[in-house]
């Protein structure tokens, strides 16, 4: 059965750092395109950073540009999501989603979704 799980969310300081992870089960990273999205309250959900499956093409938002980084460990069948001088709005619930395709950095093309995990950007 195909699976991602977050992992890594939390309260951090304006400025502060966090590392999200998203380790699948059921399939290997590097043959499905994997996305990071967020979604904040009252808002809709939006993609945040993808890389493709085949050469690895990343995606970022231009929020994020310059402060988060995606990276895979095909080893450890795991996506990160390194993100650096986080902004109060950046908070938001962080999702991982897989996909065979992946064309675009959007959750309408992505089938299979974790849980999701809370990060909170506050003084």
């Known amino acids: 059965q195909l699976q991602v799980v977050e992992s890594g969310g939390g309260l951090v300081q304006p400025g502060g750092s966090l590392r999200l992870s998203c380790a699948a089960s059921?399939?290997?990273?590097?043959?499905?395109?994997i996305g990071w999205f967020r979604q904040a309250p009252g808002k809709e959900r939006e993609g945040v950073s993808c890389i493709k499956s085949v050469d690895g093409t990343i995606h970022y938002a231009d929020s994020v540009k310059g402060r988060f980084t995606i990276s895979r460990d095909i080893a450890k069948n795991t996506v990160f999501l390194q993100m650096n001088s986080l902004k109060p709005e950046d908070t938001a619930i962080y999702y991982c989603?897989?996909?065979?395709?992946?064309?675009?950095?959007?959750?309408?093309?992505?089938?299979?979704w974790g849980q999701g995990t809370q990060v909170t950007v506050s003084s």
């Open positions: 059921g399939f290997t990273i590097h043959h499905y395109a």
């Open positions: 989603a897989a996909d065979r395709v992946g064309l675009y950095c959007s959750p309408d093309e992505y089938d299979y």
